[in-house]
């Protein structure tokens, strides 16, 4: 990786954050890199696909201006062609990632070849041609990969190739975990330690010390990171699939190109795509308890009371529609897993669930001569006790007793992937790719079992990308992006599946009963639904121009989110000791906040654009020394609501101060400055 001798990055942009509060006021990024590069290892270039450039030069050393460049992808045999300029240099930018082959051709010079180029994802592979005097029907082929050694470009990071995604060994073939093999990249967990389970909130990764929030996901140039800023992948089992579809991916950690956002890591992927032979597979890894080694006791052991299984499973295939104009890929990735979660707990015993307490528990009650004290049980509550656990353990004295409780937690996902291709002449080239990846889990809960959450997930990433050649000097690469993160969850057991949680009025149906004085509590659940729509338009230039490659491009988004999120949606009931809850008398109650008998909308309907230019230059000053400028400037609105409901005080008359009621009304969106689409307004 070539290092840079002199650099200065500015902070590409700069947040505005008031308290817990986050109002986005409008943001400017702007970076300028200065790089001086004397080349100490391979390179990688700025875009998901990769470059080809280099000089040709004659016996004498002499530049050769006015050479014909083919450049040949071995594999679906289509080629582009590029012409030398005064200085004898050629640049053919953005060439889908493979096997290639270089020919030179220029009168009363013979034919050079140079085969066996291997262009990885955003690599600017350096290939310079030194031609002899000869004719052009002679011809010269030499074999062998690019030199590791470059002096274009000051990027530092690193290269996972096809063969190291599908050797390696992955847990749960989550494609993320690869970011791990980039010097100087840690993983920071959302919550909790390393396998917690965070609905959603996915580990994240951390370069060079940088937040982790600022990280950027691209495929295929679309920003595919979530909503809540922490990695891509479907939000209900927190693993990234498609390891079939992903052909190599790169990883930036710093110095990079202005072409790229994000204010750390940027993780650039590029999908695999058909060639002109068919080629499949099909696989199916299956993990199991009933593969684990028997204990000690073998053969008399019982078996297992957290049994595990998880089967991931699929298969890929890509061809030639056409043969060297349209070529096709897809792949199918299945997960199916349940995962047992077994916890001791706390529970009543049988003589509170009959109203008796320890008399050192109720010392107003009258205490009898066992000890224990009746206080008898609310006809409320006497729906509510046959929900708490049998106890199966040990007897505090207090009431309470131990329990051990089971839980299975479910997971289904089904990835898809498609990709086309299509060659429409020597300067027109498009491809379109398209992923879609459900995924549903039941999240158990122990010790309590049956009061966990059931979740869906989905993630849409659509791109289409055409590739115009004006010239040898100037190429134009449009995009459209649209991505769609979708994930709902609500409580798996409701006062519908459940009427004894209805027993405290039907506007608490489900109330979540907290007992903080030792049983594990029941009921409830949390509600959220989150649907994030992001549209970008962009159009990249690539100029060529005497020592000069000027790249410039603008980037258009428009991000709408919607945001279902009540607080408190089932009631959340405090009981402080074990009297309270035997007669129905808590605490403390939260529930949905009304005015008026009518309650507040939990709604949030947040609309926001982004503008982003940017122009970057690589400067080649001399055979030895090449300059890397670039200057981005990002701008977003403020966000605002569909529905007005963007705000969190309402302005009264002096004399007439704001009610409690009102204020809280507007308390519906949890705020979390971790999460991109609730960080970017106020609730």
Same mark, same amino acid.
């Given at each position: 990786?070539?290092?840079?001798?002199?650099?200065?990055?500015?902070?590409?942009?700069?947040?505005?954050?008031?308290?817990?509060?986050?109002?986005?006021?409008?943001?400017?990024?702007?970076?300028?890199?200065?790089?001086?590069?004397?080349?100490?290892?391979?390179?990688?270039?700025?875009?998901?696909?990769?470059?080809?450039?280099?000089?040709?030069?004659?016996?004498?050393?002499?530049?050769?201006?006015?050479?014909?460049?083919?450049?040949?992808?071995?594999?679906?045999?289509?080629?582009?062609?590029?012409?030398?300029?005064?200085?004898?240099?050629?640049?053919?930018?953005?060439?889908?990632?493979? $096997?290639?082959?270089?020919?030179?051709?220029?009168?009363?010079?013979?034919?050079?070849?140079?085969?066996?180029?291997?262009?990885?994802?955003?690599?600017?592979?350096?290939?310079?041609?030194?031609?002899?005097?000869?004719?052009?029907? &002679?011809?010269?082929?030499?074999?062998?990969?690019?030199?590791?050694?470059?002096?274009?470009?000051?990027?530092?990071?690193?290269?996972?190739?096809?063969?190291?995604?599908?050797?390696?060994?992955?847990?749960?073939?989550?494609?993320?975990?690869?970011?791990?093999?980039?010097?100087?990249?840690?993983?920071?967990?959302?919550?909790?330690?390393?396998?917690? %389970?965070?609905?959603?909130?996915?580990?994240?990764?951390?370069?060079?010390?940088?937040?982790?929030?600022?990280?950027?996901?691209?495929?295929?140039?679309?920003?595919?990171?979530?909503?809540?800023?922490?990695?891509?992948?479907?939000?209900?089992? $927190?693993?990234?699939?498609?390891?079939?579809?992903?052909?190599?991916?790169?990883?930036?950690?710093?110095?990079?190109?202005? &072409?790229?956002?994000?204010?750390?890591?940027?993780?650039?992927?590029?999908?695999?795509?058909?060639?002109?032979?068919?080629?499949?597979?099909?696989?199916?890894?299956?993990?199991?308890?009933?593969?684990?080694?028997?204990?000690?006791?073998?053969?008399?052991?019982?078996?297992?009371?957290?049994?595990?299984?998880?089967?991931?499973?699929?298969?890929?295939?890509?061809?030639?529609?056409?043969?060297?104009?349209?070529?096709?890929?897809?792949?199918?990735?299945?997960?199916?897993?349940?995962?047992?979660?077994?916890?001791?707990?706390?529970?009543?015993?049988?003589?509170?669930?009959?109203?008796?307490?320890?008399?050192?528990?109720?010392?107003?009650?009258?205490?009898?001569?066992?000890?224990?004290? %009746?206080?008898?049980?609310?006809?409320?509550?006497?729906?509510?006790?046959?929900?708490?656990?049998?106890?199966?353990?040990?007897?505090?004295?207090?009431?309470?007793?131990?329990?051990?409780?089971?839980?299975?937690?479910?997971?289904?996902?089904?990835?898809?992937?498609?990709?086309?291709?299509?060659?429409?002449?020597?300067?027109?080239?498009?491809?379109?790719?398209?992923?879609?990846?459900?995924?549903?889990?039941?999240?158990?809960?122990?010790?309590?079992?049956?009061?966990?959450?059931? &979740?869906?997930?989905?993630?849409? %990433?659509?791109?289409?990308?055409?590739?115009?050649?004006?010239?040898?000097?100037?190429?134009?690469?449009?995009?459209?992006?649209?991505?769609?993160?979708?994930?709902?969850?609500?409580?798996?057991?409701?006062?519908?599946?459940?009427?004894?949680?209805?027993?405290?009025?039907?506007?608490?149906?489900?109330? %979540?009963?907290?007992?903080?004085?030792?049983?594990?509590?029941?009921?409830?659940?949390?509600?959220?639904?989150?649907?994030?729509?992001?549209?970008?338009?962009?159009?990249?230039?690539?100029?060529?121009?005497?020592?000069?490659?000027?790249?410039?491009?603008?980037?258009?988004?428009?991000?709408?989110?919607?945001?279902?999120?009540?607080?408190?949606?089932?009631?959340?009931?405090?009981?402080?000791?074990?009297?309270?809850?035997?007669?129905?008398?808590?605490?403390?109650?939260?529930?949905?906040?009304?005015?008026?008998?009518?309650?507040?909308?939990?709604?949030?309907?947040?609309? &926001?654009?982004?503008?982003?230019?940017?122009?970057?230059?690589?400067?080649?000053?001399?055979?030895?020394?090449?300059?890397?400028?670039?200057?981005?400037?990002?701008?977003?609105?403020?966000?605002?609501?569909?529905?007005?409901?963007?705000?969190?005080?309402?302005?009264?008359?002096?004399?007439?101060?704001?009610?409690?009621?009102?204020?809280?009304?507007?308390?519906?969106?949890?705020?979390?400055?971790?999460?991109?689409?609730?960080?970017?307004?106020?609730?």
């Amino acid at each position: 990786m070539c290092q840079p001798l002199l650099l200065r990055r500015l902070n590409p942009m700069l947040v505005s954050e008031i308290n817990a509060n986050i109002l986005r006021r409008g943001f400017v990024a702007a970076m300028l890199a200065i790089s001086l590069c004397l080349g100490s290892g391979p390179i990688l270039g700025q875009v998901t696909n990769g470059t080809i450039s280099g000089t040709v030069t004659d016996p004498s050393g002499a530049r050769v201006a006015d050479a014909s460049i083919t450049i040949k992808n071995l594999a679906t045999g289509i080629t582009s062609n590029s012409v030398t300029n005064q200085d004898g240099f050629y640049s053919v930018p953005n060439l889908v990632i493979g $096997n290639y082959e270089v020919r030179a051709m220029k009168t009363g010079f013979a034919t050079e070849v140079r085969s066996g180029i291997d262009l990885t994802v955003g690599r600017e592979a350096v290939v310079n041609i030194s031609v002899r005097v000869g004719d052009t029907s &002679e011809q010269m082929t030499v074999t062998g990969d690019a030199p590791l050694v470059e002096t274009s470009d000051s990027s530092v990071g690193s290269l996972i190739n096809s063969k190291q995604m599908r050797d390696l060994p992955l847990n749960g073939r989550d494609l993320q975990q690869l970011i791990l093999l980039t010097p100087g990249v840690n993983q920071v967990n959302a919550t909790g330690s390393p396998g917690t %389970y965070t609905h959603g909130n996915a580990a994240t990764f951390s370069a060079s010390g940088l937040r982790p929030v600022g990280m950027m996901e691209l495929l295929d140039g679309a920003n595919v990171s979530n909503f809540y800023k922490e990695g891509a992948g479907n939000t209900t089992g $927190n693993t990234s699939l498609g390891v079939e579809a992903v052909s190599q991916f790169q990883t930036l950690t710093s110095t990079y190109s202005a &072409e790229f956002g994000g204010q750390g890591a940027v993780v650039n992927e590029a999908t695999r795509s058909g060639t002109n032979q068919f080629h499949g597979s099909a696989y199916i890894f299956d993990r199991d308890s009933i593969f684990n080694a028997e204990p000690y006791t073998f053969p008399h052991a019982t078996p297992a009371a957290s049994p595990f299984h998880k089967a991931q499973f699929g298969g890929a295939v890509g061809g030639p529609i056409k043969k060297g104009k349209t070529f096709f890929f897809a792949n199918y990735e299945g997960l199916r897993a349940s995962i047992g979660l077994e916890a001791p707990g706390r529970t009543l015993n049988a003589n509170a669930q009959a109203g008796y307490v320890p008399c050192a528990v109720d010392t107003a009650a009258t205490c009898g001569s066992n000890g224990l004290a %009746y206080v008898g049980v609310s006809p409320n509550m006497a729906k509510v006790l046959p929900l708490f656990p049998t106890p199966t353990g040990i007897d505090y004295g207090d009431g309470t007793a131990a329990f051990t409780g089971t839980a299975s937690t479910t997971q289904d996902e089904n990835f898809f992937f498609g990709r086309l291709d299509h060659q429409f002449s020597q300067k027109d080239s498009l491809f379109a790719s398209y992923v879609l990846d459900n995924g549903r889990t039941l999240a158990a809960t122990v010790p309590v079992a049956g009061y966990g959450s059931k &979740e869906f997930g989905r993630n849409q %990433y659509l791109t289409v990308e055409e590739n115009h050649i004006f010239s040898p000097s100037l190429i134009n690469i449009a995009d459209i992006h649209g991505v769609r993160l979708v994930q709902n969850i609500n409580p798996q057991t409701t006062g519908a599946d459940q009427p004894a949680l209805d027993t405290f009025g039907p506007q608490y149906a489900g109330a %979540y009963i907290d007992t903080v004085f030792g049983p594990n509590p029941i009921g409830g659940g949390a509600i959220l639904g989150i649907a994030q729509d992001r549209y970008t338009l962009s159009d990249h230039l690539y100029w060529t121009r005497g020592k000069h490659t000027i790249k410039m491009g603008l980037e258009a988004s428009k991000i709408i989110g919607n945001v279902w999120e009540p607080l408190n949606a089932y009631g959340y009931w405090i009981f402080i000791n074990l009297p309270s809850l035997l007669q129905a008398s808590p605490y403390e109650v939260y529930g949905p906040v009304e005015t008026n008998g009518v309650a507040g909308s939990p709604k949030r309907s947040l609309r &926001e654009y982004e503008v982003v230019p940017f122009v970057a230059d690589d400067w080649r000053v001399n055979s030895h020394l090449t300059l890397n400028i670039g200057l981005r400037y990002g701008f977003v609105t403020n966000p605002i609501d569909a529905d007005n409901q963007l705000y969190n005080y309402e302005r009264r008359s002096k004399n007439r101060p704001r009610s409690a009621a009102r204020a809280g009304l507007r308390g519906g969106v949890k705020v979390d400055h971790r999460r991109r689409l609730v960080s970017r307004g106020v609730a």
